[in-house]
């Protein structure tokens, strides 16, 4: 349970100094102060290790929320390696692939919610002529659920028999 070393990555990115965590009970205490989490934690690294010792293999990733010294949360993913006298853990540090995620997930929520919201209708059709999304507002007054529309042949269900020709061919020198 001795930690032997940590590299100036891990102190520039935690904040901790080796003689701060001299063991593994003291890095989790500190990376980790809410108890209930600890536990979560230390039981699925205990896990992954025991799983890497029962197949000689690597130790599996887990992904962990990380206090550093300086009260910051950093999310991580935590791997590692069996040496013959030692754990070799290795930290990943997601911290900014996790925002940049959250961004796109909160852009992509919002332009859902402004195109299925619009009053004007909106659709997008594939080059197939399979319809990809139909907002609401249209939807609505076609009389279609989404399951309905999502994946229906656009000029077959949605378009009247006498214009199919003719937006056919608009369609055609579109793509």
Request: overall charge negative; glycine content about 4%.
């Amino acid at each position: 349970g001795n930690i032997l070393y940590s590299n100036n990555k891990f102190r520039e990115t935690f904040g901790y100094r080796l003689d701060e965590m001299p063991t593994t009970e003291q890095w989790f205490a500190l990376a980790y102060p809410d108890p209930e989490y600890r536990q979560t934690i230390i039981a699925r690294w205990r896990q992954a290790v025991d799983n890497a010792l029962q197949s000689s293999q690597e130790i599996s990733p887990i992904e962990a929320d990380i206090v550093c010294k300086d009260g910051s949360t950093r999310h991580v993913e935590v791997s590692g390696a069996i040496l013959p006298d030692r754990i070799l853990a290795i930290f990943n540090d997601l911290t900014e692939r996790k925002m940049t995620e959250e961004a796109l997930r909160s852009e992509k929520d919002f332009s859902t919610t402004l195109v299925q919201a619009s009053p004007t209708f909106i659709v997008a059709i594939a080059p197939d002529g399979k319809t990809i999304l139909m907002n609401e507002s249209m939807r609505n007054e076609l009389g279609y659920s989404e399951a309905e529309a999502v994946g229906a042949d656009y000029l077959t269900t949605f378009v009247p028999e006498a214009d199919r020709k003719q937006l056919a061919e608009v369609f055609r020198t579109l793509t």
